[in-house]
């Protein structure tokens, strides 16, 4: 049974748009770090954004002014807000919970815990 689940990815144009969504069913996304995270072929997993359960939102330095990630607490859901995508922003993203810590978030994808089968992104020009 899954119970972390991404969705929105798709092929765009460099400089298009796309929305990932995460949503949860067995824990509450507002209790816990969460975090977006990517894998390119050939590249470690990389992290790409977090937040705390303050709502403290921290940005890897390539995405920060592009990306977006914001959750709604009332439905449980985590998203990524994607925008001016560059082919280097193409790989599987994948959305993780961190069950041991609600703060401060460190966005490495050894610590978290609980992750979903991810999305595939791919922007080309």
């Known amino acids: 049974q899954v119970h972390t689940v991404e969705s929105g990815g798709g092929s765009v144009q460099t400089g298009g748009s796309l929305r990932l969504s995460c949503a949860a069913s067995?824990?509450?996304?507002?209790?816990?770090?969460m975090a977006w995270f990517r894998h390119a072929p050939g590249k470690d997993r990389e992290g790409v954004a977090g937040?705390?359960?303050?709502?403290?939102?921290i940005y890897e330095d390539s995405v920060k002014g592009r990306f977006t990630l914001s959750r709604d607490n009332a439905k449980n859901i985590l998203y990524l807000h994607m925008n001016d995508l560059k082919p280097e922003d193409s790989g599987k993203y994948y959305c993780a919970a961190d069950l041991y810590r609600p703060a401060p978030c460190i966005v490495v994808p050894t610590i978290y815990t609980r992750w979903g089968q991810g999305t595939q992104v791919t922007a080309s020009s």
């Open positions: 937040i705390d359960v303050d709502g403290t939102i």
């Open positions: 067995d824990y509450t996304t507002s209790n816990y770090c």
